[in-house]
């Protein structure tokens, strides 16, 4: 019998695992609030989002400072000599996508003192994101925002304002996932259910054959 209850608990550990690993694989969504002053109407704007989305790579947590874009006409930042407006901390880096990897992207804005990195979309994708994976960059924040979001920002910032820029942790998943989970769960405690009952039957009658075959054995001496 504790071999069944050795194999009910592998069989749990197991079921516990996959849910984890399947509820990492759900995007992590950022809220993005902007603070800057407009000079034409002379007052302080302040703005908020949930326009953001984490990266595979990205840890999840908080970030907040002035918004640097890079020097050069190129805003994609694939150079590796990159150096962008901003400079003194907390800042974060804003790139657009496109001609390198989002890893190579993130790695320059961190090598330049980045609090974070935050990857625009390409012109033609509006408010639209995808999820990065950045492997071996995830010394800091990336998240990625619609091209329209970064438009925006950019447009701000090469008109003069300086733009503060606060990260904040969204929703990992909506009502979906929670209803997804119940199912996962209740189809899992079914499987092991059937995977302990299945073992425990072949394990018992393993167990019958044997005493079987050793009454024979001592009934015929």
């Not at 603070?35 to 990205?58: A, I």
């Amino acid at each position: 019998m504790k071999q069944v209850g050795k194999f009910s608990f592998f069989c749990l550990q197991v079921v516990v695992r996959i849910l984890f690993k399947t509820a990492e694989a759900f995007p992590v969504s950022a809220t993005v609030s902007l603070l800057y002053f407009n000079s034409t109407s002379n007052r302080s704007v302040s703005e908020q989002c949930e326009c953001g989305l984490y990266g595979l790579n990205s840890p999840l947590l908080s970030a907040r400072g002035l918004v640097g874009i890079p020097k050069s006409a190129n805003l994609q930042a694939c150079d590796t000599n990159t150096q962008f407006t901003i400079t003194e901390p907390p800042w974060i880096a804003l790139i657009e996508k496109g001609n390198c990897s989002f890893a190579e992207k993130v790695k320059v804005a961190a090598r330049r003192g980045a609090t974070a990195a935050v990857i625009y979309n390409a012109l033609d994708k509006g408010k639209d994101t995808v999820r990065m994976s950045h492997l071996g960059a995830e010394r800091i924040v990336a998240i990625m925002i619609g091209n329209l979001k970064g438009m925006e920002i950019l447009h701000l910032i090469e008109s003069g304002m300086k733009v503060t820029m606060v990260i904040e942790v969204g929703k990992k998943h909506g009502p979906w996932m929670n209803q997804y989970s119940i199912f996962f769960i209740s189809v899992s405690f079914f499987i092991v259910t059937a995977a302990t009952m299945g073992y425990f039957i072949f394990y018992s009658a393993r167990r019958l054959r044997i005493a079987r075959a050793q009454s024979r054995n001592q009934v015929s001496l």
